[in-house]
């Protein structure tokens, strides 16, 4: 019994509010509800027209008018002295944590400034619907065009991009304008460059790689990313390490197979040559660059050989492949070559461009297999006069063919390309054979069995002679 008279006393306190606030609501839409009431205000007509139907709807549908309206007075005209602008700010006490985008709105009270940056500029006034609202300005769906009434570039870059397509496929994960600057990802959060950098590269990596499983079809390559060159730079302060936007974009991204995209293949060396001009320059001077130009869809770009992500990839080459040219895969992968075989040793893509594959264009060379495990094919296939380095490629009638550039003392690659011969000399024969004697004749060095047997008999000789001569002064000393 008395549960049933508690919950009439609380049905009959909900009719009451509910009546006042109607009565209350009702007593200012018995004027504002006309639309043609208006007042004038700085020399400009303002229309004071509420839509009732509209505001019973709205987010604040429920609220009294005087709740807003703090100190009106219906009975006169004006209703207060002075109306001063409505502060959000008194029911909406953090805008600053969901409006990251706008640090503006803080500093102007959510009720100065110019429209974008004040409550009212963006969200409405009477007609305020939530963001779950389907047609709500800021509802998921509807956010880019909103924000592309003040930000037209960004939005019509937005449309264009692989973002757009997903969100018109419904995707709930399509990034947009909101959930992308809920982060301070612009220079006008006034953080320095490092850690805006970071946020832009933590906002990308939450949607495109799973921290969790590693399971999207993106963790492939991203799962290395803070290991590579670009990551381990950006993780040590370095400003102008290279990021996700700045490969892919920002609002225009797109595919790789579109022609415009930036991370397409024939704009690949564009994008790299933001951060390495030089190389990109050469790159564009090489056989490779020119037949990018020309429209070959099989020559490599920055990315085949350095990798995308991880920046240390090894591409797959079959077995066979290195047998058939005579190369040892472990050698190939140390001296860079493996990126040459890939294609130069692939007979059938070869042909289609009648280029001789990589056996059968250096059958000329005695000892092959030799100069596979010591020289690679840059030392003899760029040019090395300044500025042009290793990612000059050259055509075949411009490589170096003459065997003393490189078998002398002062050969091209001795003094210039093949400075890591003492490293790799001193790893595997130690410091006395890899320093002292790099530049001396040594047994085994040359193709000559009859010269190196010959040294080998003449210094077995030496040391018998040395030894005999030895042991006779002592003896006969000894006598």
């Known amino acids: 019994m008395k549960n049933y008279k508690l919950i009439l006393y609380f ?22 509800n006309d639309p043609d009431m208006t007042t004038e205000k700085n020399g400009k007509e303002v229309s004071l027209y509420v839509n009732k139907a509209v505001f ?15 100190g009106f007075n219906p009975d006169d005209i004006p209703h207060k002295a002075k109306i001063e602008p409505i502060s959000c700010k008194e029911c909406h006490t953090a805008p600053v944590d969901k409006h990251k985008f706008h640090p503006q709105i803080v500093q102007a009270n959510g009720i100065n400034g110019t429209p974008d940056v004040n409550c009212k500029g963006c969200h409405g006034t009477h007609e305020i619907k939530t963001k779950d609202s389907p047609s709500s300005p800021i509802n998921f769906m509807n956010s880019v065009n909103y924000c592309g009434k003040c930000h037209t570039l960004e939005k019509d870059q937005y ?16 990034p947009t304008c909101i959930y992308c600057h809920s982060y301070e990802l612009t220079p006008i959060s006034k953080l320095d460059g490092v850690t805006l950098k970071l946020n832009q590269e933590k906002l990308c990596l939450s949607c495109h790689l799973d921290d969790k499983t590693g399971k999207t079809k993106f963790s492939k390559s991203l799962i290395d990313y803070s290991q590579s060159v670009h990551g381990q730079a950006i993780a040590h302060g370095n400003a102008n390490a290279a990021i996700c936007t700045d490969c892919h974009g920002t609002h225009d991204l797109e595919k790789q197979s579109s022609p415009t995209s930036k991370i ?60 058939d040219n005579k190369i040892n895969p472990q050698a190939a992968i140390k001296t860079k070559m493996i990126y040459c075989i890939k294609c130069h040793g692939n007979e059938t893509l070869m042909a289609k461009y009648n280029i001789l594959p990589f ?28 500025p042009n380095l290793s990612h000059n490629l050259l055509p075949p009638d411009k490589t170096i063919k003459k065997c003393e550039e490189c078998h002398s003392k002062n050969s091209v690659l001795m003094t210039k390309l093949y400075k890591h011969e003492k490293e790799q000399s ?35 000789v030496v040391i018998i002679g040395i030894f005999f001569h030895g042991l006779m002064r002592w003896y006969f000393r000894r006598g």
């Not at 049905?11 to 504002?32: E, G, T, Y």
């Not at 709205?58 to 009294?64: C, D, N, Q, R, V």
């Open 56 to 70: 019973s709807v709205s987010a604040h549908g429920k609220l009294h008018c005087v709740d807003c309206h703090k």
């Open 159 to 174: 449309y264009k991009s692989v973002h757009n397509v997903q969100l018109q496929k419904n995707n709930p994960n399509a």
């Open 11 to 32: 049905l009959m306190m909900f009719l009451l509010l509910n009546i006042a606030k109607s009565q209350n609501n009702q007593v200012c839409l018995d004027c504002h």
């Open 426 to 460: 001193r790893e595997k024969y130690g410091f006395i054979n890899g320093t002292l004697l790099s530049d001396a004749y040594v047994v085994g060095t040359t193709r000559n069995v009859f010269l190196d047997s010959f040294a080998i008999l003449a210094f077995a």
């Open 359 to 386: 056996n059968k264009a250096h059958e000329w060379l005695p000892e092959l297999e030799k100069h596979n495990e010591t020289v690679r094919c840059i030392d003899c296939h760029s040019s090395y006069a300044p």
């Open 264 to 323: 397409n293949r024939k704009n690949v060396a564009n994008v790299c040559g933001q951060c390495h001009p030089g190389i990109a320059q050469e790159y564009k001077m090489s056989v490779h660059g020119i037949a990018l130009i020309q429209g070959n869809p099989d020559v490599p770009t920055c990315t085949f050989c350095h990798g995308e992500h991880s920046i240390n990839a090894v591409v797959d080459v079959p077995l066979k492949m290195f047998t």
